[in-house]
């Protein structure tokens, strides 16, 4: 609905299902292969919301994530996520006809994704800038550290005042170190 096309190169081929819109017609040698039915009465009735859903997203109004955590809220798909599931089997199915079909597609896919994993493999390879910390600003020289006193030598510092200063008062008992 959107324009996109998803294109995989298929690993396991013979478990891929096949879906027919039509109960009663007659594909002919597909008629084995194509045993699921789809429900297009499930896409007809939900036909006004998928067209929604697909405007919604390709203006960006509303995220792929958020939009998948809303339809399969409680872990089971609302009627809407089942219409869509139904609707993306049509297109697989379709994309599977073209892949067995066609020669040149199926070369073209492979060409495709060889050329992506050859690119990813260049990135792999590629050495990657290390991110570094910026410099480090200038700091000021520290102080030496001071050696903390003794209880000692805060006493005499206390009894013995600077010349031109006042004598502080005695500490209280409680307060003074044990000698």
């Not at 959107?2 to 009663?24: E, K």
């Not at 792929?64 to 089997?89: D, F, M």
């Amino acid at each position: 609905m959107l324009g996109y096309q998803f294109s995989p190169r298929l690993a396991d081929i013979g478990a891929a299902r096949f879906w027919r819109t039509d109960r009663t017609a007659d594909y002919g040698p597909l008629n084995g292969l194509a045993r699921n039915n789809i429900d297009t009465d499930l896409i007809a009735i939900h036909l006004d919301d998928l067209l929604r859903i697909a405007g919604s997203l390709a203006t960006g109004t509303v995220r792929a994530s958020q939009l998948l955590r809303v339809l399969q809220g409680g872990g089971r798909p609302t009627p809407l996520g089942r219409a869509i599931a139904e609707l993306g089997r049509i297109a697989k199915t379709l994309y599977l006809l073209a892949y067995l079909d066609d020669e040149t597609y199926r070369r073209r896919i492979l060409t495709q994704l060889n050329r992506t994993e050859s690119r990813h493999a260049l990135a792999r390879g590629l050495p990657r800038p290390t991110r570094t910390a910026p410099p480090a600003l200038p700091r000021r020289p520290r102080r030496p550290a001071r050696h903390p006193r003794t209880c000692r030598q805060r006493h005499r510092a206390l009894e013995h005042p600077l010349p031109g200063r006042r004598p502080e008062p005695a500490a209280p008992q409680w307060l003074r170190c044990p000698r």
